[in-house]
Antibody, heavy 122, light 112 residues
């Protein structure tokens, strides 16, 4: 069974930093690209960052580029999101998602974790 | 402002069918067939119900179906059930690296 479990969320002041983790199990983590997607309270979904299976390709949303860093450790089956210079508008539930890709199919989020809440407030 | 436009809410009675639209542009929905739909119950994570416009993952009811015409994708739920009451989000890959994927703002489905 595919499982993704996020951790590391919490309350942080504007300008502060936080590191999110996502522990993956039930599939061959090193073979899959991964994403972080967030959802502000009562709002829609927003894609945050993408990392390919070997970390050779990394993409960011304009809203977080230069402040957030996505990374992974395939030996530990873990995905990370280092968040610096946090702003009020970064307040959201952050989900890690598995990205499924074949020659004919592209699914940016076929499995989701339960999410971890990040609150940026003074 | 979400990149893809969905109606804020729809409603229907048990047994009826409803359709939720998702409008994008030539740069996302109109570019290819990598459109997904997700169901999200309150307090829960989103759950994939449609991928590649009209394919259902294993275990998803055949009452859920998808389609696309031009820059607009649609999700149809037939034989509405109380358990279908949830928020529904569409997504589309863009073909570029930023943004890699765009989402709709979500549609709240009420089963009357």
């Amino acid at each position: 069974e595919v499982q993704l479990e996020e951790s590391g969320g919490g309350l942080v002041q504007p300008g502060g930093s936080l590191r999110l983790s996502c522990a993956a199990s039930g599939f061959s983590f090193s073979n899959y690209n991964m994403n972080w997607v967030r959802q502000a309270p009562g709002k829609g979904l927003e894609w945050v960052a993408y990392i390919s299976s070997s970390s050779s390709n990394i993409y960011y949303a304009d809203s977080v580029r230069g402040r957030f860093t996505i990374s992974r450790d395939n030996g530990q089956n873990s995905l990370y999101l280092q968040m610096n210079s946090l702003k009020d508008e970064d307040t959201a539930v952050y989900y890690c998602t598995r990205d499924f890709e074949t020659m004919t199919t592209r699914i940016p989020a076929d499995y989701w974790g339960q999410g971890t809440l990040v609150t940026v407030s003074s | 402002q979400s990149a893809l436009t969905q109606p804020a809410s729809v409603s229907g009675s048990p047994g009826q069918s409803i359709t939720i639209s998702c409008t994008g542009t030539i740069n996302d929905i109109g570019r290819h067939d990598y459109v997904c739909w997700y169901q999200q119950h309150p307090g829960k994570a989103p759950h994939l119900i449609i991928y590649d416009v009209n394919n259902r993952p294993s275990g998803v009811s055949s009452r859920f179906s998808g389609s696309k015409s031009g820059n607009t994708a649609s999700l149809t739920i037939s034989g509405l059930q109380a358990a279908d009451e949830a928020n529904y989000f569409c997504s589309s890959l863009t073909g570029s690296t930023t943004p890699y994927v765009v989402f709709g703002g979500g549609t709240s489905l009420t089963v009357l």
